[in-house]
Protein backbone atom coordinates (compact mmCIF):
# COMPACT_ATOMS: atom_id res chain seq x y z
CA UNK A 1 0.00 0.00 0.00
CA UNK A 2 1.57 3.29 -0.81
CA UNK A 3 0.40 6.91 0.11
CA UNK A 4 -1.34 7.01 -3.13
CA UNK A 5 -3.40 3.90 -2.80
CA UNK A 6 -7.04 4.33 -3.27
CA UNK A 7 -9.81 3.79 -0.87
CA UNK A 8 -13.17 5.03 -2.76
CA UNK A 9 -12.31 4.80 -6.41
CA UNK A 10 -15.28 6.42 -7.53
CA UNK A 11 -14.52 9.64 -5.56
CA UNK A 12 -10.55 9.25 -6.15
CA UNK A 13 -10.60 9.34 -1.93
CA UNK A 14 -7.02 7.77 -0.63
CA UNK A 15 -6.31 5.84 2.28
CA UNK A 16 -3.85 8.44 3.79
CA UNK A 17 -6.48 10.72 3.25
CA UNK A 18 -9.06 8.42 5.39
CA UNK A 19 -5.89 8.05 7.64
CA UNK A 20 -5.44 12.02 8.09
CA UNK A 21 -9.30 12.27 8.90
CA UNK A 22 -9.53 9.44 11.67
CA UNK A 23 -6.19 11.43 13.20
CA UNK A 24 -8.56 14.51 13.22
CA UNK A 25 -11.27 12.54 15.09
CA UNK A 26 -13.54 11.19 12.97
CA UNK A 27 -13.76 7.73 14.43
CA UNK A 28 -17.06 6.78 12.91
CA UNK A 29 -18.28 5.83 9.60
CA UNK A 30 -20.82 8.84 8.71
CA UNK A 31 -18.32 11.23 10.26
CA UNK A 32 -15.40 9.75 7.54
CA UNK A 33 -18.14 9.32 4.80
CA UNK A 34 -18.93 13.72 5.09
CA UNK A 35 -15.22 14.89 6.20
CA UNK A 36 -13.90 12.36 3.38
CA UNK A 37 -16.07 12.42 0.42
CA UNK A 38 -16.18 8.28 0.20
CA UNK A 39 -18.79 6.29 -0.64
CA UNK A 40 -21.01 8.88 -2.36
CA UNK A 41 -20.41 8.30 -5.66
CA UNK A 42 -21.19 5.78 -8.66
CA UNK A 43 -21.05 2.58 -6.11
CA UNK A 44 -22.46 4.70 -2.79
CA UNK A 45 -20.23 2.03 -1.01
CA UNK A 46 -21.19 -1.04 -2.21
CA UNK A 47 -16.78 -1.43 -2.72
CA UNK A 48 -15.55 0.76 -0.20
CA UNK A 49 -17.69 0.33 2.89
CA UNK A 50 -16.30 -2.92 4.14
CA UNK A 51 -12.70 -1.27 3.67
CA UNK A 52 -14.16 1.43 6.05
CA UNK A 53 -15.53 -0.57 8.54
CA UNK A 54 -12.15 -2.83 8.31
CA UNK A 55 -10.15 0.30 8.94
CA UNK A 56 -12.16 1.19 11.90
CA UNK A 57 -12.08 -2.10 13.76
CA UNK A 58 -8.47 -2.16 13.19
CA UNK A 59 -7.82 1.03 14.37
CA UNK A 60 -10.19 0.87 17.52
CA UNK A 61 -10.04 -3.79 18.30
CA UNK A 62 -13.96 -3.09 18.12
CA UNK A 63 -16.41 -3.61 15.31
CA UNK A 64 -17.72 -0.11 14.46
CA UNK A 65 -21.19 0.77 15.40
CA UNK A 66 -23.37 0.57 12.02
CA UNK A 67 -22.49 0.90 8.67
CA UNK A 68 -23.94 4.51 6.69
CA UNK A 69 -27.49 4.24 6.24
CA UNK A 70 -27.89 2.87 2.43
CA UNK A 71 -29.68 5.83 0.33
CA UNK A 72 -32.24 4.56 -2.57
CA UNK A 73 -32.14 3.96 -5.31
CA UNK A 74 -29.91 0.81 -4.86
CA UNK A 75 -28.46 1.23 -8.44
CA UNK A 76 -28.16 4.00 -10.43
CA UNK A 77 -31.91 4.67 -12.90
CA UNK A 78 -32.28 7.30 -15.35
CA UNK A 79 -34.29 10.03 -14.55
CA UNK A 80 -36.84 9.43 -17.38
CA UNK A 81 -37.75 5.93 -15.89
CA UNK A 82 -38.59 7.73 -12.70
CA UNK A 83 -40.48 10.54 -14.81
CA UNK A 84 -43.01 7.78 -15.67
CA UNK A 85 -44.11 6.50 -12.20
CA UNK A 86 -47.07 7.53 -10.49
CA UNK A 87 -46.91 10.17 -7.77
CA UNK A 88 -47.85 7.78 -4.99
CA UNK A 89 -46.37 5.05 -4.81
CA UNK A 90 -45.27 5.18 -0.69
CA UNK A 91 -42.28 5.42 0.69
CA UNK A 92 -39.15 3.39 0.08
CA UNK B 1 -16.00 17.71 27.82
CA UNK B 2 -12.64 19.28 29.27
CA UNK B 3 -14.73 21.68 31.80
CA UNK B 4 -17.10 21.53 34.39
CA UNK B 5 -18.36 24.99 33.51
CA UNK B 6 -18.69 27.32 29.90
CA UNK B 7 -19.36 30.82 29.25
CA UNK B 8 -21.49 30.32 26.60
CA UNK B 9 -23.78 26.60 25.33
CA UNK B 10 -24.50 26.51 21.63
CA UNK B 11 -26.63 23.59 21.27
CA UNK B 12 -26.66 22.08 17.78
CA UNK B 13 -23.33 22.03 15.40
CA UNK B 14 -25.20 22.95 12.37
CA UNK B 15 -23.58 25.47 10.47
CA UNK B 16 -25.66 27.94 12.48
CA UNK B 17 -24.26 26.96 15.89
CA UNK B 18 -20.70 26.59 14.50
CA UNK B 19 -20.41 29.91 13.16
CA UNK B 20 -21.83 31.37 15.87
CA UNK B 21 -19.27 29.93 18.11
CA UNK B 22 -16.64 30.32 15.28
CA UNK B 23 -17.73 34.43 15.68
CA UNK B 24 -17.67 34.39 19.09
CA UNK B 25 -14.23 33.19 19.35
CA UNK B 26 -13.32 35.67 17.40
CA UNK B 27 -14.19 38.14 19.64
CA UNK B 28 -12.19 36.41 22.32
CA UNK B 29 -15.47 34.93 23.81
CA UNK B 30 -13.24 31.14 23.54
CA UNK B 31 -15.02 29.77 26.85
CA UNK B 32 -17.77 28.14 24.38
CA UNK B 33 -18.89 24.73 24.30
CA UNK B 34 -21.21 23.34 21.06
CA UNK B 35 -23.45 20.38 21.45
CA UNK B 36 -24.49 17.89 18.92
CA UNK B 37 -27.12 14.69 19.74
CA UNK B 38 -25.00 13.06 16.23
CA UNK B 39 -22.39 13.48 14.03
CA UNK B 40 -21.10 16.68 12.09
CA UNK B 41 -23.40 17.35 8.83
CA UNK B 42 -26.17 15.18 10.12
CA UNK B 43 -28.77 17.57 10.35
CA UNK B 44 -30.15 19.86 7.96
CA UNK B 45 -26.47 21.50 7.13
CA UNK B 46 -25.56 18.54 5.90
CA UNK B 47 -28.59 17.56 3.81
CA UNK B 48 -29.16 20.78 1.45
CA UNK B 49 -28.89 21.99 -1.90
CA UNK B 50 -26.06 24.08 -0.99
CA UNK B 51 -27.88 27.30 -2.48
CA UNK B 52 -27.28 30.94 -1.48
CA UNK B 53 -28.64 33.30 -3.04
CA UNK B 54 -29.98 37.41 -2.72
CA UNK B 55 -33.27 37.01 -4.46
CA UNK B 56 -35.28 37.05 -2.24
CA UNK B 57 -38.94 39.23 -1.22
CA UNK B 58 -38.12 41.47 1.74
CA UNK B 59 -35.16 44.09 1.75
CA UNK B 60 -34.29 42.02 5.33
CA UNK B 61 -33.50 38.88 3.48
CA UNK B 62 -31.74 40.68 0.23
CA UNK B 63 -29.38 42.72 2.41
CA UNK B 64 -28.22 40.28 4.64
CA UNK B 65 -27.79 37.64 1.60
CA UNK B 66 -25.67 40.46 0.07
CA UNK B 67 -23.48 40.09 2.65
CA UNK B 68 -23.53 36.42 2.90
CA UNK B 69 -22.34 35.76 -0.31
CA UNK B 70 -19.43 37.87 0.05
CA UNK B 71 -18.36 36.18 3.15
CA UNK B 72 -19.11 33.05 1.27
CA UNK B 73 -16.44 34.00 -2.08
CA UNK B 74 -14.06 34.50 0.60
CA UNK B 75 -14.75 31.92 2.78
CA UNK B 76 -11.97 29.45 0.70
CA UNK B 77 -9.13 31.28 1.77
CA UNK B 78 -10.07 32.42 4.82
CA UNK B 79 -10.47 28.98 6.55
CA UNK B 80 -8.18 27.04 3.99
CA UNK B 81 -10.66 24.64 2.92
CA UNK B 82 -12.53 24.25 -0.30
CA UNK B 83 -16.18 24.79 -0.21
CA UNK B 84 -17.00 24.05 -3.95
CA UNK B 85 -18.13 27.61 -4.90
CA UNK B 86 -19.96 27.68 -7.77
CA UNK B 87 -20.97 31.59 -8.96
CA UNK B 88 -23.11 30.55 -11.52
CA UNK B 89 -26.70 32.97 -10.76
CA UNK B 90 -29.86 31.72 -10.23
CA UNK B 91 -32.50 31.28 -12.49
CA UNK B 92 -36.13 31.90 -11.16
CA UNK B 93 -39.11 30.79 -13.71
CA UNK B 94 -42.73 30.64 -13.71
CA UNK B 95 -45.34 29.59 -15.76
CA UNK B 96 -48.00 31.68 -14.07
CA UNK B 97 -48.95 35.40 -15.18
CA UNK B 98 -49.83 36.18 -10.87
CA UNK B 99 -46.73 34.88 -9.71
CA UNK B 100 -44.99 36.60 -12.78
CA UNK B 101 -46.11 39.90 -12.28
CA UNK B 102 -44.96 39.33 -8.39
CA UNK B 103 -42.03 38.54 -9.76
CA UNK B 104 -41.54 42.00 -11.42
CA UNK B 105 -42.24 43.33 -8.30
CA UNK B 106 -39.67 41.29 -6.56
CA UNK B 107 -37.11 42.37 -8.74
CA UNK B 108 -37.73 46.13 -8.64
CA UNK B 109 -37.10 45.72 -4.82
CA UNK B 110 -34.02 43.79 -5.68
CA UNK B 111 -32.83 46.08 -7.90
CA UNK B 112 -33.19 49.10 -5.29
CA UNK B 113 -30.87 47.46 -3.31
CA UNK B 114 -28.38 47.31 -5.84
CA UNK B 115 -28.67 43.92 -6.84
CA UNK B 116 -27.89 42.82 -10.65
CA UNK B 117 -30.55 40.59 -10.90
CA UNK B 118 -32.69 40.84 -14.56
CA UNK B 119 -36.13 39.90 -15.72
CA UNK B 120 -36.39 37.67 -18.39
CA UNK B 121 -38.59 37.12 -21.24
CA UNK B 122 -38.88 33.70 -22.10
CA UNK B 123 -37.45 34.14 -25.66
CA UNK B 124 -34.31 34.72 -23.70
CA UNK B 125 -33.70 31.73 -21.65
CA UNK B 126 -31.66 30.19 -24.41
CA UNK B 127 -29.07 32.36 -23.83
CA UNK B 128 -28.57 31.35 -19.99
CA UNK B 129 -29.73 27.87 -20.38
CA UNK B 130 -29.98 26.45 -24.08
CA UNK B 131 -30.97 22.74 -22.99
CA UNK B 132 -34.25 24.23 -21.25
CA UNK B 133 -37.54 23.78 -22.43
CA UNK B 134 -39.37 27.16 -22.15
CA UNK B 135 -41.83 25.74 -22.92
CA UNK B 136 -45.12 27.57 -20.40
CA UNK B 137 -42.68 29.86 -19.02
CA UNK B 138 -44.06 33.40 -19.04
CA UNK B 139 -41.57 35.17 -16.56
CA UNK B 140 -37.61 34.60 -15.55
CA UNK B 141 -35.40 36.62 -13.01
CA UNK B 142 -31.82 35.83 -13.43
CA UNK B 143 -29.01 37.23 -10.64
CA UNK B 144 -25.73 36.39 -11.79
CA UNK B 145 -24.49 36.84 -8.45
CA UNK B 146 -26.12 33.89 -6.45
CA UNK B 147 -24.34 30.71 -5.65
CA UNK B 148 -23.83 27.43 -4.78
CA UNK B 149 -21.66 25.60 -2.34
CA UNK B 150 -20.96 22.35 -1.47
CA UNK B 151 -22.22 22.10 2.36
CA UNK B 152 -20.53 19.45 3.69
CA UNK B 153 -16.48 21.54 3.89
CA UNK B 154 -18.43 24.55 4.55
CA UNK B 155 -19.21 23.25 7.81
CA UNK B 156 -15.87 21.62 8.58
CA UNK B 157 -14.31 24.76 8.03
CA UNK B 158 -16.34 26.67 10.52
CA UNK B 159 -15.56 23.57 13.04
CA UNK B 160 -11.98 23.89 12.69
CA UNK B 161 -11.65 27.45 13.20
CA UNK B 162 -13.61 27.72 16.29
CA UNK B 163 -12.06 24.71 17.85
CA UNK B 164 -8.24 26.17 16.35
CA UNK B 165 -9.51 29.37 18.50
CA UNK B 166 -10.57 26.88 21.83
CA UNK B 167 -14.44 26.17 21.68
CA UNK B 168 -14.76 22.65 22.58
CA UNK B 169 -17.59 20.53 19.89
CA UNK B 170 -19.12 17.31 21.83
CA UNK B 171 -20.83 15.59 19.45
CA UNK B 172 -22.60 12.27 20.30
CA UNK B 173 -24.25 14.13 22.90
CA UNK B 174 -27.85 15.07 23.94
CA UNK B 175 -29.66 18.14 26.07
CA UNK B 176 -31.89 15.52 28.31
CA UNK B 177 -32.60 18.38 30.66
CA UNK B 178 -31.91 21.98 31.35
CA UNK B 179 -31.48 23.13 34.92
CA UNK B 180 -33.30 26.84 35.39
CA UNK B 181 -33.25 29.13 38.23
CA UNK B 182 -34.98 32.08 38.89
CA UNK B 183 -35.68 33.12 35.50
CA UNK B 184 -32.60 31.89 34.36
CA UNK B 185 -30.26 28.07 32.68
CA UNK B 186 -27.97 27.25 35.44
CA UNK B 187 -26.83 24.22 33.53
CA UNK B 188 -27.45 20.78 31.37
CA UNK B 189 -27.65 17.39 32.31
CA UNK B 190 -26.36 15.87 28.83
CA UNK B 191 -26.51 12.33 27.64
CA UNK B 192 -24.01 10.18 25.24
CA UNK B 193 -26.15 8.95 22.25
CA UNK B 194 -25.63 5.85 20.50
CA UNK B 195 -25.21 5.90 16.43
CA UNK B 196 -28.11 3.81 16.08
CA UNK B 197 -29.99 6.51 17.98
CA UNK B 198 -29.78 8.85 14.97
CA UNK B 199 -30.29 6.64 12.23
CA UNK B 200 -33.41 5.94 13.28
CA UNK B 201 -34.44 9.73 11.77
CA UNK B 202 -33.44 7.71 8.35
CA UNK B 203 -34.30 4.23 8.61
CA UNK B 204 -37.57 2.20 8.02
CA UNK B 205 -38.63 -0.45 10.36
CA UNK B 206 -40.08 -3.51 9.47
CA UNK B 207 -43.64 -2.32 10.52
CA UNK B 208 -43.31 1.38 9.86
CA UNK B 209 -46.20 2.25 7.46
CA UNK B 210 -46.00 5.10 4.81
CA UNK B 211 -47.26 8.13 7.28
CA UNK B 212 -46.41 6.65 10.34
CA UNK B 213 -43.81 9.12 12.28
CA UNK B 214 -40.94 7.28 13.37
CA UNK B 215 -40.62 7.11 17.30
CA UNK B 216 -39.72 9.97 18.77
CA UNK B 217 -36.23 10.84 19.96
CA UNK B 218 -37.24 10.42 23.71
CA UNK B 219 -38.51 7.20 23.45
CA UNK B 220 -35.43 5.78 21.41
CA UNK B 221 -33.37 7.49 24.16
CA UNK B 222 -34.63 6.38 27.25
CA UNK B 223 -34.62 2.59 26.25
CA UNK B 224 -30.65 3.20 25.67
CA UNK B 225 -29.06 4.02 28.70
CA UNK B 226 -25.95 6.12 28.15
CA UNK B 227 -23.07 8.24 30.06
CA UNK B 228 -24.57 10.90 31.91
CA UNK B 229 -22.91 14.53 32.89
CA UNK B 230 -24.03 17.82 34.05
CA UNK B 231 -22.75 20.90 33.48
CA UNK B 232 -23.07 24.86 34.30
CA UNK B 233 -22.95 27.58 31.83
CA UNK B 234 -24.10 31.60 32.06
CA UNK B 235 -25.59 31.17 28.56
CA UNK B 236 -27.60 29.18 25.94
CA UNK B 237 -27.82 29.84 22.04
CA UNK B 238 -30.67 27.01 20.99
CA UNK B 239 -29.42 26.80 17.40
CA UNK B 240 -30.92 23.30 16.84
CA UNK B 241 -32.73 23.77 13.56
CA UNK B 242 -36.09 21.41 13.69
CA UNK B 243 -35.37 20.04 16.98
CA UNK B 244 -35.62 23.24 18.40
CA UNK B 245 -39.21 23.40 19.31
CA UNK B 246 -38.37 19.96 21.26
CA UNK B 247 -35.34 21.38 23.31
CA UNK B 248 -37.60 24.67 23.91
CA UNK B 249 -40.08 23.11 25.60
CA UNK B 250 -37.70 21.66 28.40
CA UNK B 251 -37.66 25.24 29.90
CA UNK B 252 -41.49 25.81 29.34
CA UNK B 253 -41.29 27.39 26.23
CA UNK B 254 -43.63 26.66 23.29
CA UNK B 255 -41.97 27.91 20.02
CA UNK B 256 -44.49 28.33 17.11
CA UNK B 257 -41.91 26.50 14.38
CA UNK B 258 -42.53 23.10 13.06
CA UNK B 259 -40.07 20.30 11.21
CA UNK B 260 -41.15 19.90 7.50
CA UNK B 261 -39.71 17.30 5.50
CA UNK B 262 -37.91 18.38 2.65
CA UNK B 263 -36.19 15.62 0.15
CA UNK B 264 -33.72 16.41 -2.36
CA UNK B 265 -31.79 14.15 -4.76
CA UNK B 266 -28.21 14.12 -6.86
CA UNK B 267 -27.21 11.84 -10.40
CA UNK B 268 -24.28 10.99 -11.70
CA UNK B 269 -21.40 13.60 -12.47
CA UNK B 270 -21.55 15.25 -16.06
CA UNK B 271 -19.22 17.57 -17.37
CA UNK B 272 -19.93 21.19 -16.46
CA UNK B 273 -23.15 22.09 -18.89
CA UNK B 274 -25.43 24.07 -16.13
CA UNK B 275 -24.31 28.01 -15.43
CA UNK B 276 -27.18 28.64 -12.67
CA UNK B 277 -29.26 27.08 -10.08
CA UNK B 278 -32.69 27.09 -12.03
CA UNK B 279 -35.69 27.29 -9.74
CA UNK B 280 -39.32 27.33 -10.51
CA UNK B 281 -41.69 29.50 -8.38
CA UNK B 282 -45.02 27.20 -9.76
CA UNK B 283 -44.16 23.60 -8.11
CA UNK B 284 -40.54 24.32 -5.82
CA UNK B 285 -38.55 22.38 -8.50
CA UNK B 286 -34.96 23.45 -8.35
CA UNK B 287 -31.87 21.90 -9.21
CA UNK B 288 -28.32 23.05 -9.99
CA UNK B 289 -25.11 21.67 -10.98
CA UNK B 290 -22.42 21.39 -8.31
CA UNK B 291 -18.85 21.78 -8.84
CA UNK B 292 -18.34 17.89 -8.50
CA UNK B 293 -20.98 17.52 -11.44
CA UNK B 294 -23.66 16.52 -10.13
CA UNK B 295 -27.19 17.64 -10.91
CA UNK B 296 -28.57 18.40 -7.43
CA UNK B 297 -32.14 19.27 -6.90
CA UNK B 298 -35.48 19.10 -5.17
CA UNK B 299 -39.03 19.38 -5.37
CA UNK B 300 -42.16 20.51 -3.28
CA UNK B 301 -43.98 17.98 -2.02
CA UNK B 302 -47.30 18.28 0.29
CA UNK B 303 -48.43 16.54 3.01
CA UNK B 304 -45.34 15.08 4.31
CA UNK B 305 -45.22 12.57 7.40
CA UNK B 306 -45.57 14.95 10.90
CA UNK B 307 -42.64 15.41 12.90
CA UNK B 308 -38.99 14.82 12.80
CA UNK B 309 -38.47 12.20 9.45
CA UNK B 310 -35.48 12.37 6.91
CA UNK B 311 -36.64 9.00 5.36
CA UNK B 312 -36.88 8.79 1.71
CA UNK B 313 -40.17 8.71 -0.35
CA UNK B 314 -40.27 6.64 -3.80
CA UNK B 315 -43.76 10.09 -4.56
CA UNK B 316 -40.73 12.44 -4.52
CA UNK B 317 -38.69 11.05 -7.24
CA UNK B 318 -41.61 11.07 -9.57
CA UNK B 319 -42.77 14.03 -8.95
CA UNK B 320 -38.99 15.54 -8.92
CA UNK B 321 -38.23 13.78 -12.05
CA UNK B 322 -41.60 14.58 -13.95
CA UNK B 323 -41.10 18.51 -13.53
CA UNK B 324 -37.62 18.24 -13.90
CA UNK B 325 -37.35 16.29 -17.43
CA UNK B 326 -40.47 18.09 -18.70
CA UNK B 327 -38.42 21.47 -18.21
CA UNK B 328 -34.54 19.93 -19.49
CA UNK B 329 -36.01 17.04 -21.52
CA UNK B 330 -32.33 15.95 -22.13
CA UNK B 331 -31.72 15.00 -18.63
CA UNK B 332 -34.50 11.69 -19.05
CA UNK B 333 -31.09 9.60 -20.01
CA UNK B 334 -29.17 10.99 -16.77
CA UNK B 335 -29.10 8.43 -13.84
CA UNK B 336 -30.10 9.43 -9.88
CA UNK B 337 -27.38 7.91 -7.65
CA UNK B 338 -29.21 8.67 -4.27
CA UNK B 339 -31.72 10.42 -2.64
CA UNK B 340 -31.90 11.67 0.91
CA UNK B 341 -34.17 13.84 2.89
CA UNK B 342 -33.95 16.60 5.70
CA UNK B 343 -35.96 18.86 7.75
CA UNK B 344 -36.79 22.58 6.84
CA UNK B 345 -37.56 24.46 10.57
CA UNK B 346 -40.70 26.43 9.01
CA UNK B 347 -42.61 29.67 10.99
CA UNK B 348 -45.91 30.68 10.36
CA UNK B 349 -44.99 33.69 8.76
CA UNK B 350 -41.69 32.66 6.69
CA UNK B 351 -39.39 34.62 8.69
CA UNK B 352 -37.01 32.98 11.44
CA UNK B 353 -37.06 33.38 15.47
CA UNK B 354 -33.70 34.95 16.65
CA UNK B 355 -32.46 36.45 19.31
CA UNK B 356 -32.44 36.45 23.40
CA UNK B 357 -36.15 35.56 25.39
CA UNK B 358 -37.34 37.17 28.31
CA UNK B 359 -37.81 34.21 30.24
CA UNK B 360 -35.38 32.22 30.35
CA UNK B 361 -33.56 35.15 30.42
CA UNK B 362 -30.07 33.93 29.16
CA UNK B 363 -31.52 32.11 26.38
CA UNK B 364 -30.74 33.33 22.94
CA UNK B 365 -32.31 31.38 19.67
CA UNK B 366 -31.72 31.10 16.17
CA UNK B 367 -34.21 28.92 14.86
CA UNK B 368 -36.88 28.88 11.87
CA UNK B 369 -34.93 29.40 8.92
CA UNK B 370 -37.12 28.45 6.18
CA UNK B 371 -34.72 25.84 4.46
CA UNK B 372 -32.21 29.23 3.89
CA UNK B 373 -30.29 28.73 7.33
CA UNK B 374 -27.30 27.40 5.79
CA UNK B 375 -27.02 29.99 3.23
CA UNK B 376 -27.95 33.12 6.14
CA UNK B 377 -25.26 31.28 8.77
CA UNK B 378 -22.22 33.02 7.52
CA UNK B 379 -23.78 36.80 8.27
CA UNK B 380 -26.44 35.81 10.99
CA UNK B 381 -24.03 33.72 13.15
CA UNK B 382 -21.97 37.05 12.98
CA UNK B 383 -24.52 38.82 14.19
CA UNK B 384 -25.61 36.74 17.06
CA UNK B 385 -21.71 36.52 18.22
CA UNK B 386 -22.40 40.20 18.31
CA UNK B 387 -25.39 39.96 19.93
CA UNK B 388 -24.36 37.78 22.39
CA UNK B 389 -21.17 39.46 23.48
CA UNK B 390 -22.67 42.80 23.92
CA UNK B 391 -26.24 42.11 25.21
CA UNK B 392 -27.62 44.63 22.58
CA UNK B 393 -30.40 43.66 20.37
CA UNK B 394 -30.32 45.03 16.70
CA UNK B 395 -32.97 46.36 14.57
CA UNK B 396 -33.10 43.35 12.80
CA UNK B 397 -33.28 40.92 15.91
CA UNK B 398 -36.02 42.92 17.28
CA UNK B 399 -38.23 42.52 14.34
CA UNK B 400 -37.01 38.61 14.46
CA UNK B 401 -37.78 37.98 17.97
CA UNK B 402 -40.04 35.44 19.29
CA UNK B 403 -43.24 37.76 20.87
CA UNK B 404 -43.95 39.21 17.25
CA UNK B 405 -46.18 36.23 17.28
CA UNK B 406 -47.50 37.45 20.35
CA UNK B 407 -47.90 41.01 19.28
CA UNK B 408 -49.03 40.07 15.54
CA UNK B 409 -46.21 41.64 14.02
CA UNK B 410 -45.21 39.06 11.31
CA UNK B 411 -42.88 39.59 8.49
CA UNK B 412 -43.91 37.70 5.59
CA UNK B 413 -41.26 36.30 3.34
CA UNK B 414 -42.66 34.62 -0.19
CA UNK B 415 -39.45 33.37 -2.19
CA UNK B 416 -39.18 29.84 -0.70
CA UNK B 417 -38.25 27.15 -2.46
CA UNK B 418 -39.38 23.72 -2.21
Known sequence: ?92 | MKKARYRVVVIGAGIMGLSTAFHLAERGITDVLVLDRGYLCGGASGRNGGGVRAQFSTETNIRLMQQSIRICESFATRMKINVWFRQGGYLFVTRSAERGRALEATVKLQNDCGLPTRLLEPSELGTIVPELDAGGIVRASFNADDAVVFPWPFVWGYARAATDLGVEIETYTDVLDLRTRNGRITGLVLRRTAHDEIASWDRLGPTDARDEAPPSFAEVSSCTPGERTEIECDEVVLCAGAWSPELARKVGLELPNHPHRHEICSTEPLKPWLGPLVASLDDGLYFSQSARGEIVGGIGVDPVPPGINQRSSMEFLARYTRSLVRMVPRLASVKVLRQWAGCYDLTPDGSPIVGRVEEPSNLVLACGFMGHGFMMAPVVGKLLAEHVATGETSELFAQWALRRFREGRLVRETMIIG
Do not use: N
Open chain 1, 1 to 92: MTEKSLFCRCEDVTVSEVEKAYGEGHHDIESLKRYTGFATGWCQGKQCLVACARFLAERSGTMPEAPITPRPPVHPVPMGLLAGLEPSEGDT
